[in-house]
């Protein structure tokens, strides 16, 4: 069965540090993969997304992410964070061939330190 | 930005007691989730649905959920008979098309408690 882990349940970090998540997958095939941020107290949002070509992959809030397949990773960097991305951070993935259906990691929970 | 929006923002009920969870998905969307997050736990894939019927769906969605899209807008989950372990925070997501091609946009999610 396919599944994510993500290896931080909680990172603690000050403002300006560099941030890297990390996220793994087990599944052979082909793959879409996601990771969303969920802000306290609001809904669940796409950072970012991998379906094809560079596999180093930009989204919002100057979140990048980079696939390695070989590694069946996809860990999300930042080089500097500011208190605002204080939030729980979801990697996500989506097995070709299986369906629409979203496999999450357990979620890793960034606090921010001004 | 168009957005996914769920009511109730919380429920209470009663064990075996009858709840019915309901989402508005972005207008143009066609398909169509569940997912739920039990406190402390990862968030779980329940049930995926297309065209007026379930495509895919869980070993959680048992006989005891079931989904439906009563009208143009409306996509509910209902659980017939509610267990204590019921109890976690449900999201409903929509795309406008399948995952290969588009990422699923989230409600807020229901918490809902089973006493």
């Known amino acids: 069965a396919q599944s994510v882990s993500q290896h931080n349940h909680h990172v603690i970090l000050s403002e300006a540090a560099s941030l890297e998540l990390g996220c793994n997958y087990s599944?052979?095939?082909?793959?879409?993969l996601f990771w969303y941020v969920q802000y306290p107290g609001q809904h669940l949002q796409l950072l970012l997304k991998?379906?094809?070509?560079?596999?180093l992959v930009k989204g919002i809030k100057g979140f990048e992410a980079e696939f390695i397949k070989s590694k069946f990773s996809f860990n999300l960097r930042k080089p500097s964070v500011q208190w605002s991305d204080t939030a729980e951070y979801f990697c996500?993935?989506?097995?070709?061939?299986?369906?629409?259906?979203?496999?999450f990691g357990q979620g890793t929970e960034l606090s921010v330190k001004p | 930005e168009p957005e996914v929006t769920q009511t109730p923002s919380h429920q209470v009920t009663q064990m075996g007691q009858e709840v019915i969870l309901r989402c508005v998905p972005i207008?143009?969307?066609?398909?169509f989730y569940w997912y739920r997050q039990i406190l402390g736990q990862k968030v779980e894939f329940l049930v995926s649905?297309?065209?007026?019927?379930?495509?895919?769906k869980s070993e959680i969605f048992d006989d005891q959920f079931s989904v439906e899209r009563p009208d143009g807008s409306n996509f509910t989950l209902k659980i017939r008979s509610t267990k204590l372990e019921d109890s976690a925070m449900y999201f409903c997501?929509?795309?406008?098309?399948?995952?290969?091609?588009?990422?699923?946009?989230f409600g807020d999610g229901t918490r809902l408690s089973i006493l």
């Open positions: 997501a929509s795309s406008d098309r399948g995952t290969r091609n588009q990422p699923q946009h």
């Open positions: 599944y052979g095939g082909t793959v879409n």
């Open positions: 991998y379906f094809s070509g560079d596999p």
């Open positions: 996500a993935v989506n097995a070709e061939n299986q369906g629409g259906k979203l496999i």
């Open positions: 207008s143009n969307h066609l398909y």
């Open positions: 649905f297309y065209n007026n019927e379930i495509s895919e």
